[in-house]
T-cell receptor
């Protein structure tokens, strides 16, 4: 079973497009993370959310706790945004993380 | 900006050998984690560590695995007798006090078992 589901799995966009990646989860959480993984494999933490909305530059993350859903938006996408974006949730019953399978984003110039 | 560092970046080992993967978490963090990602698959939780003991572990984390914080700065993952299926990218992460603190990830160690 997948505690975290992401969509779409793959996404190709033209430079400048507005991008949305969705994440749904089925477990109780204390926090949700959006992570970015570049082709070399390293993981960067973009956001941690427990409610509402956060913005950092061209990235916006929102979470709806009642609906168990989060979205990551990228405005004015750029080729350097090309990466795998991973949604991960931290269980509220312990110290475990559950990961989505990732969304592979390619932004074409 | 503080960061989690992992060494080595790539390790090749023979099946049956012991390996130790090393991580230096962010200095004032209290919670430590190991994850792995088999090539082409999603990231999987292995273990979390707090107050010098394991607080959670997944079913992947069997008797072949152990973790240690030997000197107050390093956080290590040991695999006693490696198998081919242990080949993966291993990530370390750390977070501060409380469940609501952001976790910071290292760049990973790519382990190849031959």
């Amino acid at each position: 079973k997948n505690e975290v589901e992401q969509s779409p799995q793959n996404l190709t966009a033209q430079e400048g497009e507005f991008i949305t990646i969705n994440c749904s989860y089925s477990v109780g959480i204390s926090a949700l993370h959006w992570l970015q993984q570049h082709p070399g494999g390293g993981i960067v933490s973009l956001f941690m959310l427990s409610s509402g909305k956060k913005k950092h530059g061209r990235l916006i993350a929102t979470i709806n706790i009642q609906e168990k859903h989060s979205s990551l938006h990228i405005t004015a996408s750029h080729p350097r945004d090309s990466a795998v974006y991973i949604c991960a949730v931290r269980s509220n019953t312990g110290n475990q993380f559950y990961f989505g399978t990732g969304t592979s984003l390619t932004v074409i110039p | 900006e503080p960061e989690v560092t992992q060494t080595p970046s790539h390790q090749v080992t023979q099946m049956g050998q012991e390996v130790i993967l090393r991580c230096v978490p962010i200095s004032n963090h209290l919670y430590f984690y190991w994850y792995r990602q088999i090539l082409g698959q999603k990231v999987e939780f292995l273990v979390s560590f707090y107050n010098n003991e394991i607080s959670e572990k997944s079913e992947i984390f069997d008797d072949q695995f152990s973790v240690e914080r030997p000197d107050g700065s390093n956080f290590t993952l040991k695999i006693r007798s490696t198998k081919l299926e242990d080949s993966a990218m291993y990530f370390c992460a750390s977070s501060g006090r409380g469940l609501r603190f952001q976790a910071f990830f290292g760049q990973g160690t790519r382990l190849t078992v031959v």
